[in-house]
């Protein structure tokens, strides 16, 4: 597939992923962004900033190198752009980065604590606890070294950057947004655990294991 192909199909799917983060209200106004790598090149596509959702359609995205420099489109580059730039150029497996604010698991980022592995689900899909990462300013690279050096001791396709919210990572766009829908629902779960008194337990690390090794090889078609 050309490379002008391959572009065009990018920006017609993270335009699309772009609603389910409405869909599973996970952003508000225009916070919240989605990307993905263009394959084979040192390239992604990426929300503009501060462009309301209803707004979005593929001819809106744009494209970027791997140092957050605009490359085709009209608009500027999400606020989140250095971030997700630095995560493609250290962690070579990731095609997709999304961030949000979701509620329930910005709230855990905001008390700095990591979302238990007190779940099958997490157990699952993140294959551990829910870690959080460090404080960090937007504008420049800085959200994005947390982020690969949280992730890189970690299973977790998602990390709580404190004070901030989650970014979720995947093999591809449509990973990372099943991730952040995921990591939503969990946190939002976990938190009505704590509301009944006793905290709940955690997994055994042996359980979680086999738990995550069946869901990410077994299951599914």
């Known amino acids: 597939m050309a490379l002008s192909e391959t572009v065009a199909r990018l920006r017609r799917t993270v335009a699309d992923l772009h609603r389910e983060l409405t869909r599973y209200e996970l952003v508000i106004w225009t916070a919240g962004n989605v990307s993905a790598r263009v394959p084979g090149e040192d390239l992604m596509v990426i929300k503009p900033s501060g462009v309301s959702y209803d707004d979005l359609g593929p001819e809106s995205m744009v494209v970027t190198d791997l140092h957050g420099e605009l490359v085709e489109g009209d608009l500027a580059p999400s606020s989140d752009t250095a971030a997700h730039a630095y995560v493609y150029r250290h962690m070579p497996e990731v095609g997709g980065v999304v961030h949000t604010h979701s509620p329930y698991a910005t709230a855990w980022a905001a008390k700095g604590e990591p979302i238990p592995c007190v779940l099958t689900m997490i157990a699952d899909e993140f294959g551990g606890e829910i870690p959080v990462g460090p ?64 905290p709940p337990s955690s997994i055994e690390a042996s359980a979680v294991d086999r738990l995550y090794e069946r869901y990410q090889n077994v299951y599914g078609q």
């Open 135 to 198: 404080f960090a300013l937007i504008g420049d690279d800085s959200i994005g070294r947390g982020i690969v050096e949280t992730l890189r001791t970690s299973r977790s396709p998602a990390v709580l950057m404190r004070n901030h919210g989650p970014f979720t990572v995947g093999r591809d766009a449509r990973s990372a947004v099943k991730a952040a829908v995921m990591v939503e629902d969990v946190a939002r779960t976990v938190h009505f655990a704590h509301q009944l008194g006793t």
